[in-house]
């Protein structure tokens, strides 16, 4: 760890109680030149430096999203990276991991260097996930080693599974090469069918093409053998189903390098949800029944689950209020996110900063152990990249107030407990009090 800069101070978030991986305690954290500099209780403010209130508050490590749709290039009507990580600051992330199916893909040095410029003055970290094949077509692979030496550590064709075997098996062995990992979105083509909802009791009733939770399953199963085959590392982006979540849980407990995430409205929506034709409902994974939610709530209790990470898919509201079945599925998630973490789930606080902050960060290869600034111990050296949260304030979501361009949310009218008060970027204050300052 660098030592601790003594530069005047410029930061001191004061009267919170200080949670990451080592614990909680009561501590002010004063931060100067981007880094922090004292923690402890009842330090002394300089002079001219700005004050946080974090009276009754929680001082975090930022969280870290490892699934967040920028749409950026191709679909700024939707999202832009500056709307982006202003609504990722204001949710209380300090870094964001851009999923590649933009247009174009992320499957180009070219297209990497391009988000990575966009982003010089965004008011959260951008990590870029490059794709696994080019154009997510899955035909052949992408140009990994060239976009690994540009930083990319996390590759993806999300939103679509590659379908190969054996060009997943090859992705997974130059990844194991490259030190990289490879994060799945896992749904069998030739299973989905092009379903728009989960194949059960409510797509009969509805008459909605049923995708079965068997096109989830299969993958999931086929990729943790090739993991085992490869010692590869893989992450399994959006589980939705039990056994989806119990196949991770034995892959494991047999030691192999698996990972798991899960999206808020996978344990908080049900698929029945749909009953009104609602095309906000539709997401891909599909909602699920109770008895699959329960088992992400599981999964989320035990640790077989990791992360959660929000999918964050904003569309314009001339696609989204399309017929169900013709509306492209996805919601927002990077405001709610926490918010339905302590609402909906009976885990304690720290457990679940730990699925949002430091374990994420580990996954995407941004804490302070892989040489960056997210997720890691508030101690003096670090990087100051915090959020300031109030577990107890409650808020009723908005869409219009919401700072996407986007105003897909499952969770208007939604009363929920927990909100982000301060996020802190590299050092500077990005959110105080609620209001984003740029």
Known sequence: MSEPNRSEPTLVIRGGIVIDATGERRADVVVANGRIQEVGEGLVVPTGATVLDAGG???SPGLVDLHTHLREPGHEEAETIETGTRAASLGGYTAVVAMPNTNPPLDSADAVRNVVELARTATAQVAVAGAITVGRAGQRLAPMAELAALGVRLFTDDGAGVQSAGLMRRALEYAR???ATLAQHCEDGSLACDGAMHEGAWSSRLGIPGMPALAEEVMVARDIALARVTGSRIHFLHLST????ELVRQAKAAGLPVTAEVAPHHFSLTDACAAGYDPVFKVNPP?????DVDAVKAGLADGTVDAIATDHAPHA?????LPFDLAPPGVLGLQTALSLAITELDLPLTRILAL????PAAIAGLDPSNGGGQGGVITPGAESNLCVIDPTATWTVDPMTLASRSRNTPYAGRTLTGRVRHTVFKGEPVVIDGEAQR
Request: aromatic share 8%; with cysteine.
């Open 242 to 245: 039990a056994p989806s979540i």
């Open 57 to 59: 508050c929680v001082v």
């Open 317 to 321: 509201p001339e696609f989204k209020d």
């Open 356 to 359: 949002l902050s430091w374990q």
């Open 177 to 179: 090469d490259l030190g």
């Open 287 to 291: 909602l699920r029944p109770q008895c």
